[in-house]
């Protein structure tokens, strides 16, 4: 993968973020939590990570080592578990539930003050000062993690492929070229679904390289992504 490019994003929340949205995407509640399968995404979302060369805190390497830690103490019987000193249930997923909760709690609150600033803005006439304000979420109207996950299944798909001749050939893609493709593939004007964009990518590397091309333009307001629906077929429209 070439090294011109280093990803920078100022968009990661925390690892707790990361959880409630792998809990939201499985719509599960929060205290009904799988500790494998949350264990399993949480740690394709930290290969994901690595693949894209993303710079995340430490916070994110803690959290998983903690979530394998809580899953290997599950699958023990109750009787040989190690011991908790400050341990009051039974359950090893009880501590992190409730550090969801309470963080959630907050989320909520913050979202509710937030929405409410928005109401009490709007009763006033304003001039527009300059043609756009900016974006509550610095990647549009599209979580980081929303496209980290799609990212993810483009992955999987060239996974699939039992043997990849552009990666044998070495084929090289830079961030540049890719950003001239993803402009021209937009030019219409017409909204492109975050699929079509890989569509003709044939190696791991090819797809890489277009993702990050996709968050520079992303980063520099040329590009939005949007969804009817939460975890909705991403789109991409020009700004």
Same mark, same amino acid.
């Given at each position: 993968?070439?090294?011109?490019?280093?990803?920078?994003?100022?968009?990661?929340?925390?690892?707790?973020?990361?959880?409630?949205?792998?809990?939201?995407?499985?719509?599960?509640?929060?205290?009904?939590?799988?500790?494998? *399968?949350?264990?399993?995404?949480?740690?394709?979302?930290?290969?994901?990570?690595?693949?894209?060369?993303?710079?995340?805190?430490?916070? !994110?390497?803690?959290?998983?080592?903690?979530?394998?830690?809580?899953?290997?103490?599950?699958?023990?019987?109750?009787?040989?578990?190690?011991?908790?000193?400050?341990?009051?249930?039974?359950?090893?997923?009880?501590?992190?539930? *409730?550090?969801?909760?309470?963080?959630?709690?907050?989320?909520?609150?913050?979202?509710?003050?937030?929405?409410?600033? +928005?109401?009490?803005?709007?009763? !006033?006439?304003?001039?527009?000062?300059?043609?756009?304000?900016?974006?509550? %979420?610095? +990647?549009? &109207?599209?979580?980081?993690?929303?496209?980290?996950?799609? !990212?993810?299944?483009?992955?999987? *798909?060239?996974?699939?492929?039992?043997? &990849?001749?552009?990666?044998? /050939?070495?084929?090289? !893609?830079?961030?540049?070229?890719?950003?001239? /493709?993803?402009?021209?593939?937009? =030019?219409?004007?017409?909204?492109?679904? /975050?699929?079509?964009? /890989?569509? =003709?990518?044939?190696? *791991?590397?090819?797809?890489?390289?277009?993702? +990050?091309?996709?968050?520079?333009?992303? %980063?520099?307001?040329?590009?939005?992504?949007?969804?009817?629906?939460?975890?909705?077929?991403?789109?991409?429209? %020009?700004?």
């Amino acid at each position: 993968m070439p090294q011109e490019y280093k990803v920078k994003l100022e968009v990661f929340e925390g690892p707790l973020d990361l959880l409630l949205y792998l809990i939201k995407k499985d719509e599960v509640d929060i205290y009904d939590i799988s500790l494998e *399968r949350i264990t399993s995404q949480y740690l394709e979302f930290m290969d994901a990570f690595k693949a894209l060369d993303l710079e995340l805190a430490g916070e !994110f390497v803690v959290m998983a080592a903690n979530l394998i830690y809580l899953k290997s103490r599950a699958l023990l019987p109750a009787h040989v578990q190690p011991p908790e000193e400050e341990a009051e249930e039974d359950d090893p997923r009880w501590d992190l539930i *409730r550090q969801l909760v309470e963080y959630k709690k907050f989320k909520d609150a913050a979202a509710q003050l937030s929405q409410r600033e +928005l109401e009490q803005s709007n009763l !006033f006439a304003r001039m527009a000062d300059t043609p756009d304000t900016a974006p509550e %979420r610095p +990647l549009g &109207d599209v979580s980081v993690f929303d496209l980290i996950n799609a !990212f993810n299944n483009v992955l999987k *798909r060239i996974a699939t492929k039992s043997e &990849d001749l552009r990666e044998i /050939f070495e084929e090289n !893609f830079s961030v540049s070229d890719k950003i001239d /493709f993803i402009m021209k593939m937009t =030019s219409s004007g017409v909204p492109l679904k /975050f699929t079509e964009l /890989f569509a =003709s990518a044939a190696s *791991r590397t090819e797809i890489v390289v277009t993702f +990050l091309a996709l968050l520079e333009l992303i %980063r520099l307001k040329q590009l939005r992504c949007v969804q009817e629906a939460p975890f909705a077929e991403i789109e991409l429209r %020009r700004v």
